[in-house]
């Protein structure tokens, strides 16, 4: 399998339209992101560190963009988020960054699905994890553990374990209440 190159976020003509005409008027803290994004530094990781935002407000704030399609995530083989860099943090943020938990879901139904992708994709070594997704008291802490297993699974380089949350990620988002 082939390394991808580094992530980079582009601006989609939505978010074009937004800084040139403030169609959508985002506020101002979704703007100076996608201003980030046009001017400055389009990686993932220029992104977070060149932020104003601490590392997890920026990282939901780009979920918001790229779930909104202000923005999409490409690769230096113009491909959607990458899955493999070898252990990259940057793979891992762009993963991340793409799986993004909807308000109003089912917490159990959520719970059970995250705990099933656990053990399925880690076995024996899914215990502490299983224990962080019981204790998560809402979608945020849920989000927090979803971040974690993108997180791993990008830096092990296993694109079918990224596929496979992603796809849960997209059944626990269906089964919103």
């Known amino acids: 399998m082939a390394a991808i190159g580094p992530a980079h976020f582009v601006l ?28 400055c530094s389009p990686t993932l990781e220029a992104v977070l560190q060149k932020s104003l935002f601490p590392r997890e407000e920026a990282m939901e704030r780009l979920r918001g963009l790229v779930k909104e399609q202000f923005v999409a995530l490409d690769s230096a083989t113009g491909g959607e988020a990458p899955a493999t860099l070898n252990g990259s943090r940057v793979a891992a943020a762009a993963v991340s960054a793409s799986l993004s938990l909807e308000q109003g879901i089912s917490l159990s139904q959520a719970r059970f699905g995250l705990s099933d992708f656990c053990l399925d994709a880690f076995g024996v070594e ?33 694109a079918e374990l990224v596929a496979d949350l992603k796809q849960r990620v997209r059944d626990i988002n269906e089964s919103r209440i």
């Open 126 to 158: 899914a215990q502490p994890l299983i224990d962080a997704i019981n204790a998560a008291a809402d979608v945020s802490g849920l989000q927090r553990v979803v971040d974690e297993l993108a997180s791993r699974a990008a830096r092990g380089g296993r």
């Open 12 to 39: 989609t003509a939505k978010g074009s339209e937004e800084l040139s005409l403030r169609t959508h008027r985002l506020d101002i803290k979704l703007r100076s992101l996608l201003v980030l994004i046009q001017k």
